[in-house]
């Protein structure tokens, strides 16, 4: 069965800081990955994906894959209140496959 | 913006009732899944659908049933609503990233 792990939280990080948040993986065939927000009370939204092992960068935001540890994390640069949320890591094997996700990391921005 | 779309938002009903949570979208997707989430907690996956007349139970065990007769329309029924069944529904549809549903508040009193 696939698997995909995440620290609960909650995580605190002050504000301006850089929050990292971390995600690992069973199925070493997977090949899309995703970061989704969801703030209390609201569906998930899609703030970044990867396929290719490095870095990927969308403003604040950068998404980072490493195929060969099984391992996906989502760094926040300059942290702002409005960023707390819960963060969940999804992954995918491609193709017919569906999306796996992962529990969620509760991230909080301390002003 | 995603073009998926659930009804109702929120619903309160009477034990023992029959429900029909409805879920459409309009980008074509082959994949649909409906999770079930209580407040705070992680989602549960409760069905999932690769296609038409494919229908799959998730990790969650659930009393409801879902049903895939056109690609854009995935329902999920619960025979007899009881109390347990408060929670919040997401249906969702993927190509390759999944877009969410605003969800279906259901509260059974």
């Known amino acids: 069965q696939k698997e995909v792990e995440q620290n609960s939280g909650p995580l605190s990080v002050p504000e301006g800081a850089i929050a990292s948040l971390n995600c690992t993986y069973s199925?070493?065939?997977?090949?899309?990955f995703f970061w989704y927000r969801q703030y209390s009370g609201k569906s998930p939204e899609l703030i970044m994906f990867?396929?290719?092992?490095g870095d990927k960068e969308d403003g604040r935001f950068t998404a980072q894959l490493n195929k060969a540890s099984q391992y996906v994390s989502l760094l926040i640069r300059d942290s702002q209140p409005s960023d707390s949320a819960t963060y969940l890591c999804?992954?995918?094997?491609?193709?017919?496959?569906?999306?796996?996700f992962g529990k969620g990391t509760h991230l909080i921005i301390q002003p | 913006e995603a073009d998926i779309y659930q009804t109702p938002r929120y619903l309160v009903i009477g034990t023992g009732k029959k429900i029909t949570l409805e879920c459409s979208q309009t980008?074509?997707?082959?994949?649909m899944y409906w999770y079930q989430q209580d407040p705070g907690m992680e989602l549960h996956l409760i069905h999932y659908?690769?296609?038409?007349?494919?229908?799959e139970k998730g990790d969650l065990s659930s009393e409801s049933t879902v049903s895939r007769i056109r690609t854009e329309h995935f329902p999920l029924t619960l025979e007899s609503a009881r109390p347990s069944h408060t929670s919040q529904y997401l249906c969702?549809?993927?190509?390759?990233?999944?877009?969410f549903g605003q969800g279906t508040r259901l509260t059974v009193v």
């Open positions: 969702a549809s993927s190509d390759t990233e999944a877009f």
């Open positions: 199925d070493r065939g997977s090949q899309s």
């Open positions: 990867i396929y290719s092992n």
């Open positions: 999804a992954v995918s094997g491609g193709g017919a496959d569906g999306l796996t």
């Open positions: 980008m074509g997707h082959d994949k």
């Open positions: 659908s690769y296609g038409v007349n494919s229908t």
